[in-house]
């Protein structure tokens, strides 16, 4: 098993960030062993032409040495660059590589990552037993962007770290092959918010580079090629988003759609719509959010949190009837209503029943779709060039055998695209 906590060559912990423009832009962090020196990249597109270098700052100092931080601007969208950091005044690391977002004007083919509930690899009572795999996987299909829907490390009941920055460490080692080729933008779940969970928001706010959102980043949107996406911070059971909270999201939303941006995704870690008896929907949140997204024509939430995979029809008149608009198992139209869909666990089991979450009613609601409790699960969310998206959402066991599509629906684009 590797060990996540050791130093790579004198820097580790590699991750990407779009914090600015998405189309020009890539932030890179990681950190350096010698913070007495100069955080120092250096990057060309890919390819052999002349490396650029260019130099940093340091994000965050501490005992354990720097956190660095460069940002690359001016870059071409669409484009392959490679770029290696510098450790120490001596050796250049390994070369990784990324693509620059598309422009934002029209439609262009990507392919973006959704996880969540990963947990650490090689925890001691065997509940991690998806997490090696799911990244490894995620890691092969070489998506774009990785969103990361929040519940990262469950340091409270790992028990292999004395202290929660060792284990925020080993989160973003265990990342480095998914996070070193494409920014992981994340979603804060309850195990980063809740003090009794024992971690808290600021450690991990500070490792993670986002755009500035509101109430001090807990949420933030950004726009990738055609899609805005909204992270909100949900993670509360039983409440509803504090006012100032929705306020912001709707705000945000209309903001993206008076700029014409043609899709726009939520990306919350608490589920409304979550049949699980581990964490069964929040209906308040349901009731709020509801008819909030209804009315403005959301298509599709992304969640997580119950550790299962479900997904709604697409809905109307939710939190009241719940009413599915299409029998359809695989194809939606615009104007069909919200799809909730839930995705987890992204490779960690429940601590509270050592497994996937089961469901509450042998038969699934009249609302649901699709439904597995027995993978550990992501989904690919696949852009066209034509304006459509197609959501494959493949499971794994851990063992490395082959992943197995649990679902896959496509959203036609939506008018006039
Ligand atoms: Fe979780
Ligand atoms: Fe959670």
């Known amino acids: 098993m590797t060990d996540f906590s050791q130093h790579v060559h004198g820097s580790d912990q590699l991750h990407l960030a779009w914090v600015y423009d998405t189309a020009t832009t890539m932030t890179v962090i990681w950190r350096n062993c010698e913070p007495s020196s100069i955080p120092t990249l250096a990057y060309r597109a890919a390819g052999d032409g002349e490396w650029i270098t260019i130099q940093g700052a340091h994000r965050m100092t501490d005992d354990r040495g720097a956190l660095e931080e460069v940002t690359l601007s001016g870059l071409a969208p669409s484009t392959r660059y490679a770029y290696r950091v510098r450790c120490g005044e001596g050796n250049w690391g390994e070369v990784h590589e990324f693509t620059t977002g598309p422009e934002r004007d029209g439609y262009a083919a990507m392919d973006i990552a959704y996880v969540s509930d990963t947990g650490l690899v090689g925890r001691a009572d065997g509940l991690s037993d998806g997490t090696a795999q799911v990244i ?34 080993y989160f973003f080692n265990q990342m480095v092959p998914v996070a070193s080729q494409a920014p992981m933008m994340p979603t804060y779940g309850n195990h980063e918010l809740m003090y009794v969970l024992q971690e808290r928001f600021e450690p991990w706010a500070e490792r993670f580079a986002t755009p500035e959102g509101s109430e001090g980043r807990l949420n933030y949107s950004y726009d990738v090629g055609q899609v805005h996406f909204v992270s909100i911070c949900a993670f509360e059971f039983d409440d509803p988003l504090p006012e100032e909270r929705l306020a912001w999201v709707v705000d945000d939303i209309k ?106 009613t042998e038969e699934a609601p009249h609302w649901t779709a699709v439904r597995s409790n027995t993978f550990h699960c992501f989904a690919l969310l696949h852009f066209g060039d034509q304006g459509d998206l197609e959501v494959e959402v493949l499971g794994v066991t851990g063992d490395g055998s082959e992943p197995v599509q649990v679902d896959r629906f496509r959203l036609l684009a939506p008018a006039g695209a």
């Open 136 to 169: 490894q996987e995620i890691a092969r299909h070489d998506p774009l962007l990785v969103l990361h829907g929040g519940d990262f490390a469950y340091f409270d009941t790992d028990r292999r770290f004395q202290w929660l920055e060792e284990a925020i460490d």
């Open 255 to 360: 903001k993206a759609q008076a700029a014409g941006r043609p899709w726009i995704i939520p990306v919350l870690h608490v589920a409304p719509f979550a049949e699980g008896q581990n964490h069964p929907s929040n209906l308040a949140l349901r009731a709020q959010l509801g008819p909030v997204f209804e009315e403005l024509g959301i298509r599709l939430v992304l969640t997580s949190h119950d550790q299962s995979y479900e997904r709604t029809f697409p809905l109307v008149d939710v939190p009241t009837a719940n009413t599915p608009t299409s029998s359809s198992l695989d194809e939606y139209h615009p104007g069909d209503g919200t799809l909730w869909i839930k995705v987890s666990p992204g490779g960690k089991r429940s601590n509270i029943n050592k497994s996937f979450s089961v469901f509450a």
